[in-house]
């Protein structure tokens, strides 16, 4: 199957077709650094995550540009509450995003350029604009002039007064059309700045993502990304100063763009206080539940956060964990007898499932189906394990199937049960995985080993009582023809 994905400048699937195959050039709006890092920016950097990997397993070779607006009036605004510099503020959080973004798995980009670093180059773009009659200077700001671009409005597909109407376009009755956006904003008092052509002052919002993505990836590229919310006014106006200086249309061949994140149904908003950083609810689940619970919605669709969705994601991810900790220890306790169910009984099924994986991710990367994949082939890995001794190549090859669908979503599979050197803390909660001491673990696999010798005995009411000694700790036991494993409730 055909890879295609949802380009939003034509509204429809179109057949991936990079420019330059197998070369893939991929740029996705970064954050502005002046909080912490919330769910929305999970739902974004989540999302383009995959769709890098996705590229990757698929043979491309992609080269990821990430920006960071290190400078904004957000920054401004928050410096001042906190009585500190611009740029101490901005590295904070900088830090902070870097941090849940590893915890959630997320693939480095491989580059990050910052705002800035690239005021000169913003500057000399600003120029040519004023050159080509496409801006205009007015008591030190400078404006593009949309009336300048003939295609302004071809990605959000709005008429012009839906745009004045839907811009929050702060109101500025020099400009000559309410819709021209800022190049370049004159200094106000106290704020930081830089020299320019046109006086102190510091680049607009927009300009930056043309400047820095150009420099990174050329005159055209393949994919730009980001949230539903930047459709427009951002990359409507990206894509007019770009292709007005260049002349190069398209300066993007496929733009993607993910949906919102509610909570409980409401749009997520700090004025509705319904507001939730990663490092809190991290605090409850697991980052891997969390992007888990991100990948059951198409990237496309809003997901809907709430703790019953976030309980029964980490219900669903936990039975992947507990089918690989099921596999090791079948692995561990495999015997050289003859096997009934043998790797080539089961090829084709397995290439079955891969093929029907590779088909949602094929159709505009669609997780959700790719997860329904991953549980079908666990659900027949079951069947067939239920049928009787499985050999150990086979054993493996559901494993390392499994594990490397997991793998291009970049769901890392968190093993059942961690040994710790100190007793267990209310941490199980937060990372879905069973907490056992050292201690305890030893205790577990005495008793178990006493109910293997009274069940051969014939004591079977010990072995019962054993049963039900571990039931009440938590304990729970399956015996099987590899021996008797246990987990927790």
Known sequence: MTLKLYNTLSRQKEEFKPLAPPQVKMYVCGITPYDETHLGHARAYVTFDVIRRYLEASGFEVYYVQNITDIDDKIIQ???????????????YIDSYNKVMKDLNVKDADAYPRATAHIPEMISWIESLIENNNAYVIDGDVYFSVDKFYDYGKLSKRESKDMQAGARIAIDERKKNALDFALWKKAKEGEPFWESPWGNGRPGWHIECSVMSTKFLGEQFDIHGGGLDLIFPHHENEIAQTEAKTGKVPWVKYWIHNGFVTINQQKMSKSLGNFFTLKDIFNTYHPMVVRFFLLLTHYRSPVNYSDQELNNAQEAYSRIGKFIARLDFMLEKSSENAPVVELEDLDEDIL????????????????????????????????????????????????????????????????????????????????????????????????IMERERARKTKEFSRADQIRDQLKEKGIILEDTPYGTKWSRL
Do not use: W
């Not at 494993?399 to 961690?418: A, F, M, T």
């Not at 803390?425 to 201690?439: A, C, F, G, H, P």
């Open 78 to 92: 928050k410096a001042k509450v906190k009585n500190q510099k611009y740029n101490e503020v901005a590295e904070e």
């Open 352 to 447: 079955g499932y891969k093929n029907r994986f590779r088909a949602a991710m094929d159709d505009d990367f669609n997780t959700a189906g790719a997860l329904a994949a991953i549980f079908e082939m666990i659900h027949f890995f079951n069947k067939a394990i239920q049928r009787g001794e499985v050999e150990r190549e086979c054993l493996e090859e559901m494993k390392n199937s499994v594990l490397e669908l997991c793998g291009i979503l970049g769901l890392e599979i968190k093993p059942v049960i961690y040994i710790l050197p100190e007793p267990a803390t209310s941490v199980v909660s937060s990372q879905n995985v069973e907490l056992i001491v050292k201690e305890e673990k030893e205790t577990i696999e005495e008793l």
